[in-house]
């Protein structure tokens, strides 16, 4: 079974600095998706960032970038210039690429604060 | 376009008790999942429906747990006799057609047992 794991409970940042956080998985699979997700107090989550495995290039959005170190099954998420608004849960997770409507396996997640 | 939307938003309820939430995927999304997140994890799957169709189910969704999708349309997830260890965050999620892994997330239904 795939696994994922956040190895960092709570994260502390200053507004307009850079933070990484790390995140770890366990997979047989070759083919894989992997994401960010963003769960701010009492809101929905919402995706931050997506990385196929396939792909060498590392993905990034914004602000938002990843470390996808796919030998080490490493996938950390790079928030530059931090804001107020980053002060979320953060979740990483996994899903099998089988062409059929699988599930995504979630981290535990990690706290971010944004302080001024 | 109004995102996933679930009720309740909150409920409070006695143990053993039934409850049931309801959700509401986005209106093209053929795919529905629901999930289970407790203080300080991430969230569970449960189980995920495409179009009425249940296609996979989580060990976690005892006997007491039961999910519907009629017409393919709006979801239900029913918990008969509910139990403390119950008391959770019960998410949906909706995608739509290919593999392109995005999960559209609805705010969630507190669950608090007594």
């Known amino acids: 079974a795939q696994t994922v794991t956040q190895s960092q409970p709570e994260m502390s940042v200053q507004e307009a600095e850079t933070v990484t956080l790390s995140c770890t998985y366990d997979?047989?699979?070759?083919?894989?998706?992997l994401f960010w997700y963003k769960q701010p107090p009492s809101r929905q989550m919402i995706l931050v960032i997506r990385?196929?495995?396939?792909?060498?290039q590392n993905a990034t959005e914004n602000r938002f970038s990843v470390n996808f170190q796919k030998a080490a099954k490493s996938f950390s998420l790079k928030i530059s210039d931090s804001q107020l608004g980053d002060a979320a849960m953060y979740f990483c997770?996994?899903?099998?690429?089988?062409?059929?409507?699988?599930?995504?396996?979630f981290g535990t997640g990690t706290r971010l604060q944004v302080t001024l | 376009d109004t995102g996933v939307s679930q009720d309740p938003r909150h409920k409070i309820t006695k143990r053993g008790q039934n409850v049931t939430f309801r959700c509401d995927p986005i209106?093209?999304?053929?795919?529905l999942y629901w999930y289970r997140q407790t203080l300080g994890q991430g969230p569970e799957f449960l189980t995920y429906?495409?179009?009425?169709?249940?296609?996979?189910k989580s060990r976690l969704l005892s006997d007491r747990f039961s999910a519907e999708r009629p017409k393919g349309s709006f979801s239900t997830l029913e918990i008969q006799r509910t139990e403390q260890g119950d008391s959770a965050m019960y998410l949906c999620?909706?995608?739509?057609?290919?593999?392109?892994?995005?999960?559209?997330f609805g705010e969630g239904s507190r669950l608090t047992v007594l």
């Open positions: 997770a996994y899903r099998r690429f089988d062409g059929t409507a699988s599930k995504l396996t």
């Open positions: 999620a909706s995608s739509q057609g290919q593999n392109t892994g995005e999960l559209f």
């Open positions: 997979t047989s699979e070759s083919d894989y998706y």
């Open positions: 209106s093209e999304h053929n795919r």
């Open positions: 990385q196929e495995a396939y792909k060498q």
């Open positions: 429906f495409q179009n009425e169709a249940q296609l996979e």
